[in-house]
């Protein structure tokens, strides 16, 4: 197995690892020292800031065996706090890792010691839950071996060579910028990956009708990803081999997803992948070409090694399709798997437009769709569904679109017989049954969310806004989950495996993540049978992190001695997920300089704007507003605000509105109240009424993506001002921009944005 070696050298730490054994009560305590240390890496040329774990990148793999005990001591060597959580693990609730719901966070040079025993095996990993720090290193493998003395071993899959295998992905911004320009509505990722669905775009691939009722359906670009990534990688490195394995070789494959917002697209060039677990948990052998491993899910895949003196890729391919990694098994001649042609994102949207009803919510059409047999996806999908045509061809409806999923056009040369693995697939080895004569506490969530202001939750609420919920010990806990979101949604229950009913009966697999795709619906169970605040909540860090949270709370639990305050402890929890996040921009043009600058949070904005005129009219203004946004869509903000405003009229000028009120003070403060609110086209209608009597009227459209990097605007108001401008983006924080002011005539200047 190669070490990854990413870390620069001057800064590659000690690496300290310390594998203590010693026998007591006849099991074995197996220790391991984690140093946790800020590191420099180079991915992509440039030199960037990650974590390192005993110098390396993904942390080190911790093995134990079932029986064992776990110790593992945590050396917090940054200078922040830091925690780790054990992913898939059943713990006792004060080692689970999660700062302020099981533990306090570890600060900077204090050192933490987790003590939990092993009592199951399986493909585990292990992650920071700290704020951002998964995306830059704190990932690895943990992997859990069987006793050979186990009933459940199983010779052919738990004998044979084994390779953990971590995916993960690589941005060379810092993180934190990322959940920024998210939550910001930043089109930059989407230029970075080719996916802006610009008008230009559109018409020249013959959908212009289809990005206008899009737009027309208030909805941006659609992407299967949020975050453009420069690099994605296999155990830390983009790619990678393994020459020990020879001709005839079964090589098991413990994969995790330790990426922090992507799905991977698996496949293997030497032949079939035969799925023998996932998520730690032992299924019925199933043999596929092709799987999609979900944020933060495991699956275990045994491939063999065909034929003599060849390398066979096992290729790992973002769910973008705009970055893959791999890693080659065997020694020799390198044979390539096909690589994931690149998703027809029109088709997309098409489907997306007949998807949405007008008031942001999805219509599902009656399709009963669930456990990952249906993907919408596959109208993208140029492999399956055929490739793009530039013309517009014969419209197919739903139904047929579906069953394209399933099985494709031949005519169409395509490939008939992919096997793509789906939920409904997967049977446990043995019978997973709870316990028959516990309470049955039903529970359903409605995965909820809008792309335009970056808000994930369930039911419409993030965790700010609710308490824990209360479970009993020794109830059997059913949840049905309805995605009717535009993105899929990896749920992870922590300390407990719960059962997918997927048609299995007895045999329904465990798992402790669920890929959830728009539309789908899902039921899960468990038998509450711990004690302690379990988080349940996306994988994908930016949508955990923007609030699609909850805590199940086992009621008349003992104390935590590590959380003596719980209640101060779950308000600190609750303010992580819902920052406030600054944006601000400024044109400097040649007739004057105006800008913005705005705070805001899941429903909560305040925002000023400054407008400096040169020329024809001299003076400034400013507006604040300081709004709230109501609804799951969040089309509406009601807000309350303060206009400032100096200018020089000459002697006998003065402003008249549409409504005839006039104006001629050289000085105007004005408080005022109004609403926003977002028209289909996504115009913003704005009602102000200020309180000298005054009321405003207008319209306002910013970025009208024109072209990959050209985005049109224009303002249109009852107080006879309007204004039209082009903006070209130039990168992530600078525009050439040139527009035309009703006040300030034409200009043409430079726009730095943050
Ligand atoms: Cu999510």
């Known amino acids: 197995m190669s070490i990854p070696n990413i870390v620069s050298k001057k800064m590659l730490p000690i690496a ?24 420099i890496v180079n991915f992509t040329g440039k030199e960037k800031r990650a974590i390192a774990v005993n110098g390396q990148i993904p942390m080190p793999t911790l093995t134990f065996t079932e029986g064992d005990i776990a110790e593992i001591v945590v050396h917090n060597q940054l200078k922040e706090s830091t925690s780790l959580h054990w992913h898939g693990l059943y713990v006792p609730n004060k080692e689970d890792g999660v700062p302020y719901l099981t533990q306090l966070p570890i600060k900077p040079n204090e050192t933490f010691t987790y003590r939990f025993p092993i009592v199951q ?49 690589w941005t060379d911004l810092k993180p934190e910028n990322v959940h920024r320009m998210l939550h910001n509505a930043s089109d930059w990722f989407a230029i970075k990956k080719g996916t802006t669905q610009s008008y230009t775009e559109a018409i020249s691939a013959g959908h212009f009708k289809t990005k206008l009722i899009n737009e027309w359906k208030r909805m941006l670009a659609m992407d299967v990803s949020d975050v453009y990534y420069e690099k994605v990688l296999i155990n830390g490195e983009n790619e990678s081999q393994l020459s020990q394995f020879k001709a005839g070789d079964k090589i098991r494959l413990r994969i995790s997803n330790g990426g922090a917002s992507s799905y991977f697209w698996l496949k293997y060039a030497g032949g079939k992948m035969t799925v023998v677990a996932n998520d730690g948990n032992d299924v019925e052998p199933v043999e596929v070409d092709r799987l999609i491993i979900g944020v933060s899910e495991t699956y275990d895949v045994i491939v063999t090694i065909p034929a003599e003196n060849t390398a066979y890729e096992f290729l790992a391919t973002s769910e973008d399709r705009t970055k893959s990694t791999s890693l080659y098994l065997g020694d020799g001649v390198i044979q390539l798997t096909s690589p994931m042609p690149k998703l027809k994102y029109f088709e997309g949207m098409k489907m997306m437009n007949t998807m949405m009803k007008m008031d942001g919510s999805m219509n599902d059409m009656g399709m009963n769709m669930s456990l990952q047999k249906m993907d919408m996806n596959t109208v993208m999908y140029p492999e399956i569904s055929g490739k793009p045509k530039m013309k517009k061809k014969n419209d197919m409806n739903m139904d047929d679109k579906m069953n394209h999923s399933e099985h494709s056009d031949s ?17 446990a080895s043995h019978p997973t049954t709870l316990p028959k004569n516990a309470q049955v506490r039903e529970l359903r969530f409605e995965l909820t969310g809008n792309m335009n202001r970056y808000v994930w939750s369930m039911d419409n609420i993030v965790l700010s806004e609710t308490d824990k919920i209360l479970i009993k010990k020794g109830e059997n806990v059913r949840i049905t989950l309805y995605n ?37 619906t899902d039921t899960i169970e468990f038998n509450a049978n711990l004690e302690g605040d379990w988080f349940f909540h996306c994988h994908i860090l930016y949508h955990m992190m923007a609030g699609m949270n909850r ?46 600058a705005m705070l805001q949070n899941t429903r909560w904005s305040f925002g000023t704007e400054w407008r400096l005129g040169y020329h024809d009219v001299h003076g400034y203004e400013s507006e604040t507003h300081i709004g709230r946004y109501i609804g799951k869509m969040q089309w509406l903000m009601p807000f309350i605000g303060f206009d400032w405003r100096y200018r020089k009229f000459g002697i006998d000028e003065q402003e008249t509105n549409l409504f005839n009120q006039s104006n001629s003070k050289d000085n105007r403060n004005l408080f005022s109240a ?32 024109v072209s990959k990097r050209l985005r049109a605007g224009f303002m249109v108001n009852t107080d006879k001002e309007y204004m039209a401008g082009l903006r070209y983006i130039v990168n992530k924080n600078m525009s050439v921009s040139t527009h035309y002011d009703s006040d300030m005539g034409l200009g043409v200047g430079l726009s730095i944005n943050y």
């Open 16 to 39: 300290i690892f310390i594998l203590a054994t010693q026998i007591l009560y006849a099991q074995k305590i197996v220790h391991y020292d984690l140093y946790v240390r800020d590191t």
């Open 551 to 596: 805590v199940f709370s086992y009621e008349n639990q003992p104390p935590n001695p590590y959380l003596p305050n719980k209640t101060l402890a779950y308000k600190k929890l609750q303010a992580e997920s819902n920052q406030l996040h600054f944006m601000a921009e400024n044109d400097f043009a040649t007739n004057g300089n105006d800008g913005m």
């Open 121 to 169: 095996s399986g493909t585990h990993w292990y992650h920071s839950h700290s704020g951002l720090q998964e995306q830059i290193g704190m990932y690895g493998s943990l992997i859990l071996k069987k006793k050979t003395e186990d009933k459940t071993f199983r010779k052919g899959i738990d004998n044979i060579p084994q390779v953990p295998v971590v995916l993960s992905e």
């Open 674 to 705: 109004g609403i926003n609110y977002t028209l289909p086209m996504l115009v913003i209608f704005q009602i102000e009424a200020f309180h000298n009597g005054d009321v405003r009227f207008q319209l306002m459209r910013e970025d009208i993506p």
């Open 411 to 427: 005519s169409n040369n395509q490939q008939d017989d992919i096997v793509t693995l789906n939920y409904g697939m997967l049977k």
């Open 484 to 520: 009717n979101s535009m993105m899929r949604h990896p749920m992870h229950l922590h300390g407990h495996d719960f059962r997918v009913l997927n048609g299995q009966g007895e045999y329904a697999p465990l798992k402790n993540v669920l890929d959830i795709i728009p539309m789908e």
